[in-house]
């Protein structure tokens, strides 16, 4: 299975700042890679596919890059309504699996 | 606005079979371009995938619960289905469904979520 590694576990961060957090392929995955958003007691939303691409819906301030096997989640100008925990997810090869996830807190 | 929700027992005895559905609305299960696949999340553990389905009865498993798991389709109810065998502790976890992209590999949307716990 493809391990994937995200850093780092969680972070604190203010109102109208930007977060970047990283996630690692233990091998590539060219650019099958999906970011995810959960709030508490929520499921998990999509936010980014195909490494870049960002999900009808979603704000603009989200972004997505990379390929191989490092890649990053961006968020630009953040709201109130962005704390929450974002999880990668790679989906070249089978099984799908998922980074531990980053929780992004109010500083 | 396709909404997927689970319901199933929320508790289940050791050694027996856990058995959930997923009902699909707004939208039809049978639309041809998408997987729906079954997702778990153990308390305070991360996402692991469990399998998916396509409308036509085609299944894909995690290969670490494949010789447990059995994933089926009943289109006539817009429903799929998760019955998972011989369950321990380990298997308690929030079980979570979702339409399976094939093509991008993305999960989207998710149910609710319900959780299952293992217990005598």
């Known amino acids: 299975d493809i391990q994937m590694t995200q850093s780092p576990s969680s972070l604190s961060a203010s109102v109208g700042g930007r977060v970047t957090i990283t996630c690692r392929a233990s091998?590539?995955?060219?650019?099958?890679l999906n970011w995810y958003q959960q709030k508490p007691g929520k499921a998990p939303k999509l936010l980014i596919y195909a490494a870049s691409s960002l999900q009808t819906g979603v704000p603009s301030r989200f972004s997505g890059s990379g390929s191989g096997t490092d890649f990053t989640l961006t968020i630009n100008s953040l709201q109130l309504e962005d704390f929450a925990i974002y999880y990668c997810q790679q989906s070249y090869s089978t099984p799908p699996t998922f980074g531990a996830g980053t929780k992004v807190e109010i500083k | 606005q396709l909404q997927l929700q689970e319901s199933g027992p929320g508790l289940v005895k050791p050694s027996e079979t856990l058995s959930l559905t997923c009902t699909v609305s707004?939208?039809?299960?049978?639309?041809?371009?998408?997987?729906w696949g079954w997702i778990r999340q153990p308390p305070g553990k991360g996402l692991e995938w469990i399998g998916s389905?396509?409308?036509?009865?085609?299944?894909y498993y995690n290969p670490s619960l494949k010789s447990r798991v059995t994933i089926s389709v009943d289109t006539s109810k817009n429903q799929f289905s998760l019955r998972l065998s011989s369950v321990t502790a380990a298997d308690t976890a929030i079980y979570s469904c979702?339409?399976?992209?094939?093509?991008?590999?993305?999960?989207?949307?998710w149910g609710q979520g319900t959780l299952v716990t293992v217990s005598s």
């Open positions: 979702a339409r399976h992209d094939y093509a991008t590999g993305w999960f989207d949307p």
């Open positions: 091998q590539s995955v060219s650019s099958y």
């Open positions: 389905l396509y409308y036509s009865g085609s299944t």
């Open positions: 707004g939208g039809s299960i049978s639309s041809g371009s998408y997987y």
